[in-house]
């Protein structure tokens, strides 16, 4: 009856979690010698020196006003700060971040374009860590700065959000945005009470599916929503540990309440491919979410990639189908 589902979107998959496959090592400023707080450095020179998530203090003459983003997420904090950018990632759909749709497509996190890059002169490429960490000496030779970050947990999207609060030394915006995230979540955790749904949440292309941990980000914000992830205790794939494979059996022996679809693009036809998956054992046909019809597609732009300051909107969609079940 076991049956484990094939694998094979390496790409695909990395582009779920917001680019970003590793965990986080946090962020923050990093002080000159003369400073003792650990924000912004400001010195007589107007030098500005920041601490990315790879642990890499990365210093600019003075706020950058150059600035390329490989991923969405991060080309939404930007504007949420009231910055801009010159360079957004690379897509063939409609531009996540209307404020951006005049920037030029530099490539992503999986294969950026140097060349446009130069030619935008920018002073700072806003990257993956660790998927963009071998890029660093190829975007540094051409005379850009790259500063890494990363989005496995709305925690990691609050320190995005703090650390590029203080390359646009807007600390004050950045708080304020943090402040609202921190609102939601009190507000989410106090409104929810008796047994949480109990939730399978895939990420997938027609005909390969896997089941999101706890530790991704779409995993995370399932579980500040009020969710139960059946898959939480998965064996994790090695060198993706943010997704398991897909476990037919544990999954019946789950039951879950709803099914969640997540996709980078395409989601009707992931949708599609889903069902025929599950037409094809007829045991899938026990599961409540099927019984009642809740099995939904997530939009791409809030479980598809880091949605960045978005991430409200999608604890309010994670909420409502939640409640819906109850």
Known sequence: MKRLWPIGMAVLLLGAAGCSPGPSTGSGATAAPSEVKPSAAKTADT??????????????????????????????????????VVGRPTSAGPVAVKEAAGAEQIGSTHGIDLEK???????????????????????????????????????????????????????????????????????????????????LLVYGAPGTYMAALGNSLSGDILAKAGGENIAADYPKLENYPQYAQLNTEKIIQSNPQLVLLMSHGNPEKVKDGFLK??????????????????????????FGTNPGTRVLEALDRLKALLQAVK
């Open 47 to 84: 030098k500005l020196s920041v601490q990315d998530f790879a642990g890499r203090s990365v210093t600019f003459p003075t706020v950058p006003a150059k600035i390329a983003a490989l991923s969405n997420g991060e080309v939404d904090i930007i504007y949420a700060l009231g910055g801009k």
């Open 117 to 199: 890059i130069a030619a935008l002169d920018a002073d700072v490429v806003l990257g993956n860590h660790p998927l963009n960490t071998k890029d660093i000496p190829s975007v540094e030779g051409i005379g850009s700065k790259m500063l890494l970050t990363s989005a496995n947990s709305i925690d990691d999207i609050k320190r995005q959000i703090e650390l590029f609060g203080q390359l646009l030394r807007k600390e004050d915006k950045a708080r304020e945005l943090n402040e609202s995230i921190e609102a939601k979540l009190k507000e989410i955790a106090s409104g929810s009470t008796g047994p949480k749904p109990r939730v």
């Open 277 to 302: 998956e599950m037409q094809q054992n007829a045991a899938w046909n026990s599961l409540d979410a099927v019984k009642h019809n809740r099995v939904e597609v997530l939009p791409s732009d809030l």
